[in-house]
């Protein structure tokens, strides 16, 4: 039987490379998106080693290159759907300081891109055993956990995509797929471009492929 399979887009660094590297260390095939193959160092080293790592360039919020992708992978099926790529916007913009645009800018690749990706490999996530869709949500877009105000741009482009979450597992159950939304913890990255490199964070790392083990197993378990 072929390995199982997982798209990671923003596979190029922070806890996207994480991943990349954890899910195909234990035998998976990784469809790894970034932006510019061409740049992503670290990507490319683990993936001209034995591991089963695919790259393939991928802008979440330019659509015609995700719909080209989705044509390109057609015949791929997909266990994991992992949206991971995201951004933050401008940090520390408080009340008053909130620019519309940047905000516009997070939602789309926070919010709506997720979707779109969704939407482009649904059938291949339906063609494969696991059924799971995941995004990479936060803590920070918690209603309930806002007890610090402010961050507007950031905690409303992952309060939307939870919800986005929830509709997709509502609408996407008679195929048998399960969607689930993550936080993986606060993961600290030191330098630009680095992967994250405090032990906290690799402990928070572990804990998101275990959580994503037992939740692709319950997704399984309950069909
Ligand atoms: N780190 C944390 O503590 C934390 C906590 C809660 C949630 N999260 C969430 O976890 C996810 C990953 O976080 P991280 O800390 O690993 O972030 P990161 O180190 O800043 O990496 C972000 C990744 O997203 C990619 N990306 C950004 N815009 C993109 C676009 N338009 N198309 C394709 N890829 C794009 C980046 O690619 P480039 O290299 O091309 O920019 C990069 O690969 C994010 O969704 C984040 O919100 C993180």
Not at 79 to 101: E, K, S, T
Not at 196 to 223: F, K, W
């Amino acid at each position: 039987m072929a390995n199982r399979a997982i798209l990671i887009t923003g596979a190029n660094r922070g806890i996207g490379l994480e991943l990349t590297k954890q899910f195909a260390q234990d035998g998976w095939q990784v469809l790894a998106c970034c932006r510019n193959p061409a740049d992503a160092t670290q990507l490319q080293s683990l993936g001209e080693g034995d591991l089963d790592i695919e790259i393939f360039a991928l802008d979440v919020t330019d659509y015609q290159q995700l719909s080209a992708l989705a044509q390109q992978l057609a015949a791929r099926p997909i266990d994991i759907l992992l949206c991971n790529a995201g951004i933050y916007g401008p940090r520390g913009a408080g009340f008053g300081a909130v620019d519309a645009q940047e905000w516009l800018r997070v939602l789309e690749v926070n919010t709506v891109a997720p979707l779109m990706l969704v939407q482009a490999f649904v059938t291949q996530v339906a063609a494969s055993r696991q059924k799971l869709v995941a995004v990479m949500s936060s803590k920070m877009g918690s209603i309930a956990d806002n007890g610090g105000g402010a961050e507007y741009i950031y905690r409303s482009s992952k309060t939307a995509v939870t919800q986005v979450v929830k509709s997709l597992s509502i609408d996407l159950a008679d195929r048998g797929i399960s969607a689930i939304s993550l936080h993986p913890g606060k993961c600290i990255r030191v330098e630009s471009h680095s992967a994250i490199c405090r032990p906290g964070t690799e402990r928070a790392i572990s804990r998101i492929q275990r959580q994503q083990y037992s939740l692709v197993r319950t997704a399984r378990e309950s069909r």
